[in-house]
């Protein structure tokens, strides 16, 4: 060491401390944790002899507590290469940065890339979970790419064999008086009570198809009356228990019932071959009074109410609109009029539409018509289709 000093390279020596104490030599007692030789601790004179002036070597320390293996390093390599220490850190901070950025860039790729390969798997229909969801949301908004869009012929052949299921499974939930039970679950130990909106939406959908699977224009007719005859066993029609009873009900009937009703009426009285030509004046009276029925339900400005009366607290509502549009419209395709005018009919459908054109939202999330109740305050995907 003192031999490398004295060719003039003394600021080339570079000091490593792992153990021990530098200059503890001079301290009585501590001489053998010295850790630094004497060519180290003192200069050395003109003859290349040690002397008695200390020297300041550059040391780095990986002693605990000390400058740590990491800054250590940098000064060993800042002596090497004769920069400055705070410079070299400063630049191994700006290194240390950019490389914890491009890990987080790395991070945040891959998991792009898994989410969208785990998407397009979903999209193709591998088993995966949450996949059923996964392709719900997809074709909300349509941007499926793994998946080819069914032809019209394919979605006409899936829709004609699913149209028949359903027509013989509302022919399985017929009784024989006619009625069409609440549920098509065949359970014979639950007996439902018969139920004039889900009744009359069915035999409405059935009128209005041309395949009617296992239906027959008979029992089909019959399906249609039933809500309007009395029986031995019920002299009191269900229509009339419902909207008309003989004692005033405290509890209102809703408008649901009489709308799909009047919906089953004109289809069927629009129909070629469900009425007889002698029953098609009975089935017009049976519309006529229910749009009777349905008269306090309307609002002067075009709405419809649930349930009857100016003193009712709840506002009209959309959904009700929508199905007053729709039992206008279909008595209007079959010749019907409300109450016995045609332009009155004419004008309602009118007013009605413009309700429902001046209560659609545009500044919500999903545009559309808002429910009803406790829901009012929220657009419904299912009610904006039906309008």
Avoid at 241 to 256: G, L, M, Q, R, V
Avoid at 267 to 280: G, L, R, T
Avoid at 344 to 368: C, H, I, P, V
Wanted: a negative charge; aromatic letters at 8%; hydrophobic letters at 35%.
């Amino acid at each position: 060491m003192r031999y490398f000093k004295s060719m003039g390279r003394a600021d080339r020596v570079l000091c490593l401390i792992v153990s021990g104490e530098p200059y503890s030599s001079a301290v009585p007692g501590q001489e053998t944790e010295e850790c630094f030789p004497q060519a180290i601790r003192y200069q050395l004179d003109s003859k290349g002899e040690i002397s008695d002036t200390p020297a300041e070597p550059l040391a780095a320390d990986v002693r605990p507590g000390k400058d740590g293996k990491q800054d250590a390093l940098l000064k060993v390599i800042s002596g090497i290469l004769d920069i400055g220490f705070d410079r070299l850190k400063q630049r191994e901070a700006r290194r240390k940065k950019m490389r914890r950025i491009q890990w987080s860039f790395g991070t945040v790729r891959g998991m792009l890339l898994f989410a969208t390969g785990y998407l397009l798997m979903a999209d193709m229909g591998i088993s995966l979970p949450w996949r059923d969801a996964i392709q719900r949301e997809l074709d909300k908004r349509e941007p499926s790419v793994m998946r080819a869009v069914p032809s019209d012929r394919d979605v006409i052949s899936v829709a004609k064999a699913m149209h028949l299921r359903v027509s013989d499974a509302i022919h399985k939930a017929r009784e024989e008086s006619g009625w069409i039970s609440q549920s098509l679950k065949q359970d014979e130990n639950e007996i439902l009570p018969h139920d004039l909106a889900s009744h009359s939406q069915s035999v409405f959908a059935l009128c209005d198809s041309k395949q009617r699977g296992v239906w027959d224009n008979n029992s089909l007719f019959a399906s249609t009356r039933v809500p309007y005859e009395t029986k031995p066993e019920n002299p009191i029609p269900l229509f009339q228990e419902t909207y008309d009873p003989p004692e005033i009900s405290w509890k209102p009937s809703d408008s649901c019932g009489a709308f799909w009703l009047i919906c089953m009426l004109a289809s069927a009285n629009h129909s070629a071959d469900i009425v007889p030509e002698n029953m098609k004046l009975q089935i017009r009276e049976y519309a006529r009074h229910t749009q009777q029925i349905l008269e306090p339900y309307r609002t002067d400005l075009g709405g419809w109410r649930m349930f009857p009366g100016a003193e009712q607290t709840a506002p009209a509502n959309a959904y009700s609109a929508a199905l007053a549009l729709l039992a206008l419209l279909e008595c209007r395709n079959a010749g019907l009029p409300w109450l016995d005018s045609e332009n009155t009919r004419d004008e309602m459908l009118r007013s009605t539409a413009l309700w429902l054109q001046k209560n659609f939202y545009e500044d919500e999330k999903a545009a559309g018509w808002r429910g009803t109740g406790e829901n009012r305050y929220e657009v419904f995907d299912g009610l904006t289709l039906q309008v």
